[in-house]
């Protein structure tokens, strides 16, 4: 089972936005998945409310969370995805600590930077694999938007994992979430859709190098 969590102390940076798509992509694509709604402002469960379809089930709080998790690798869930709350310490840090990929969406702009480094500090403490995603980037004209290149920058100044992709701003993503679907289902071809199918891709690839790594360590020990 691997988990997946969504964290960032930046309010607004698009946790919700980015586990609400996934989920649906994986819910599309067929793979039992739990999300999981760790932040008291319940956006995830407001989409999955709206939405209103039983495949793709969903845990709310962030209490007993190592229970919920056992539970799910039970039941045969392979995925869970969980929304955590705009703080970097508490319940984010014990979601942090169950996770086995950090995704910190992060905004291109000088805040949004800013605000990133005190999740980033956590994933570090707890030696937890992350990845910053840079979210709401302004479209690609020909190459990335010199915000986006600037970010890029930082993150690399800061030896930051960060995702060659980007999600663009687009209302698309907005709306399809206020149908209670993901961009994938509103539109197939859409570049939003586009642009989450490749992430998903990436984050799978980043979850069989640390799988490998992990069976490594245990022969190596
Ligand atoms: N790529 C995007 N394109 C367009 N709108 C976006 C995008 N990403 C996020 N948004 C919008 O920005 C707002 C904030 O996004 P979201 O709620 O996902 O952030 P969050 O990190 O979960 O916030 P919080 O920390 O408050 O939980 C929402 O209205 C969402 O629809
Ligand atoms: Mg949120």
Known sequence: MNVLVFASRKGGSGKSTLAAHLGSYMAEHSRPTLLIDADPQGSL????????????????GSKHLG??????????????????????????????????????PMR??????????????VCRDLKKPYAVVINAAPAKNGSD??????????????????????ITHSPE?????????????????SSGSNEIGNLWR???????AIAAMTRKHAQSA
């Not at 984050?203 to 069989?208: G, M, P």
């Open 108 to 121: 291109p702009g000088l805040f949004d930077i800013d605000a990133v480094q005190a999740t980033i500090q």
């Open 67 to 104: 229970a919920t998790l056992a539970n799910a690798r039970r039941d045969g869930v392979e995925w869970v995805l969980i929304d955590t709350a705009p703080i970097a310490e508490g319940s984010v840090a014990e979601a942090i600590w169950h996770a086995d990929l950090v995704v910190i």
């Open 145 to 166: 938007d010199p915000m986006v290149t600037d970010a890029r920058g930082a993150m690399q100044a800061l030896d930051v994992p960060t995702w060659a992709g980007q």
């Open 202 to 208: 990436s984050l799978t690839r980043s979850f069989d």
């Open 173 to 189: 993503l907005s709306l399809s979430l206020a149908h209670g679907a993901g961009a994938n289902e509103l539109s197939s071809r």
């Open 45 to 60: 469960a407001l989409w999955h409310e709206v939405r209103g379809a039983r495949n793709l089930p969903l845990h709310v």
